[in-house]
């Protein structure tokens, strides 16, 4: 039995190597509303880091000329899950399930601006790292281990620096 593999090209996705997988990933999700200081924060750091390096790309499509309402800021709680086309409603069934036995609201803080590389070394990342926050948020992806235990995949870091990205750059 021969399957077709689809021919990837790197250039078509701003250098994502892709194969016949769904990359995928849990995240807690951040609403940056407009009329907020951070809103104002993110967006003054990303023209100061655009300067200073042009080939940085925003992560959260922030519209420069303020139109906007709010942007979204994720804070993953995995690495890339890389799930077959019939795993993808176990993904979210599972991250739905956690939520209803976890925490359902807690405060996030942001403590500075750092740079990571991603694990392949092929992208860095301007992040925002975390401050107040990270307990609740390592409970919600230790929560995920078993899941990911079950499908074989990569847990996430046994000491995480959990963030949100808002730049990157090869």
């Known amino acids: 039995l021969l399957v ?4 990837d090209d790197p250039a078509l996705h701003q250098g994502r190597i892709v194969d016949d997988q769904w990359a995928s990933y849990a995240y807690v999700s951040i609403r940056v509303e407009r009329r907020s200081a951070m809103y104002n924060l993110v967006l003054d750091a990303l023209k100061t880091a655009k300067n200073l390096e042009p080939a940085l790309h925003d992560f959260p499509r922030v519209d420069e000329n303020k139109s906007e309402k709010y942007f979204d800021l994720h804070v993953s709680l995995s690495r890339p899950i890389f799930l077959r086309t019939h795993q993808r409603d176990d993904l979210k069934r599972e991250v739905k399930s956690l939520l209803r036995k976890a925490i359902s609201h807690f405060k996030i803080s942001f403590t500075s601006f750092m740079v990571f590389n991603n694990d392949e070394e ?48 090869l």
């Open 4 to 7: 077709q593999t689809p021919k």
């Open 122 to 169: 092929t992208r860095c990342l301007l992040v925002l790292d975390i401050g107040s926050g990270h307990r609740e948020l390592q409970l919600l992806s230790d929560n995920l281990l078993p899941f990911l235990a079950n499908l074989r995949q990569k847990e996430y870091y046994a000491d995480p620096r959990f963030h949100a990205s808002i730049a990157w750059a």
